[in-house]
């Protein structure tokens, strides 16, 4: 297993463009979680998936953007119309449980907004 | 609270230890973690701590944990230029899954 990978790794798209990220998180991991880093910031939780369900959705996930896991292995981030504070780093991560594991982090996909 | 905070800059020498700081507010946390991210890179999970443990050793690396002032520090010894990177402190909630609250992250510069 090669860890969290996550494509792209670069995103340059116009405001107003619908974007889509995917995760694939480490095969036994039942465990994914969404992350948005901005500069000079530490990570904020946007959103959590138990297998295919979504069970926690942060204040920070606007009606712009959805997630899916769909078959309880990979997973997708999508932003419709999107706007230059969307502008970040979005990293994904799993684990197989509670515990002190920790969160094993894909190297991230950077957006960028024009 | 949700709040989780660091100093944002550290400078030490090649050889030198460092020492970095954390403050956290929430009493209900649980773990307690440090992580590393290197230029245009995910994060690596350095090391971690049990909030009823105050202290653990780890090669290099020394965590202290002092539950009463929630403060957590991390110390690198014989630090090396290697070791130059944006740290993080995080600590989990128990909220029923395993969330993760930032600090902002200090970036620790070495010079040989």
């Known amino acids: 297993d090669t860890g969290v990978s996550q494509d792209p790794r670069h995103k340059i798209t116009k405001r107003g463009q619908n974007v889509t990220f995917r995760c694939d998180p480490i095969s036994e991991h039942n465990r994914l979680y969404w992350y948005r880093q901005t500069l000079g910031q530490g990570p904020e939780f946007l959103t959590y998936?138990?297998?295919?369900?979504?069970?926690?959705k942060s204040r920070l996930l606007s009606d712009r953007f959805s997630a899916e896991r769909p078959k309880g292995s990979f997973s997708t981030l999508e932003i419709q119309r999107t706007e230059q504070g969307d502008s970040a780093m979005y990293l994904c991560?799993?684990?197989?449980?509670?515990?002190?594991?920790?969160?094993?982090f894909g190297s991230g996909t950077r957006l960028t907004v024009v | 609270g949700e709040d989780v905070e660091q100093s944002l800059f550290l400078s030490v020498r090649e050889g030198d230890s460092s020492v970095i700081n954390c403050t956290y507010t929430d009493s209900s946390s649980t773990y307690l973690y440090w992580y590393k991210q290197e230029p245009g890179a995910g994060l690596q999970l350095l090391t971690y701590?049990?909030?009823?443990?105050d202290m653990k050793q780890d090669q290099r690396l020394t965590v202290l944990l002092n539950k009463k002032d929630k403060h957590l520090s991390l110390r690198i010894a014989d630090t090396q230029t290697g070791d130059s990177a944006i740290y993080f402190c995080a600590d989990s909630r128990p909220a029923g899954f395993q969330k993760l609250v930032f600090g902002t992250g200090t970036r620790l510069l070495v010079s040989p």
């Open positions: 998936f138990q297998n295919e369900a979504q069970l926690e």
């Open positions: 701590i049990f909030s009823n443990m």
């Open positions: 991560a799993s684990t197989a449980g509670q515990g002190h594991w920790g969160y094993t």
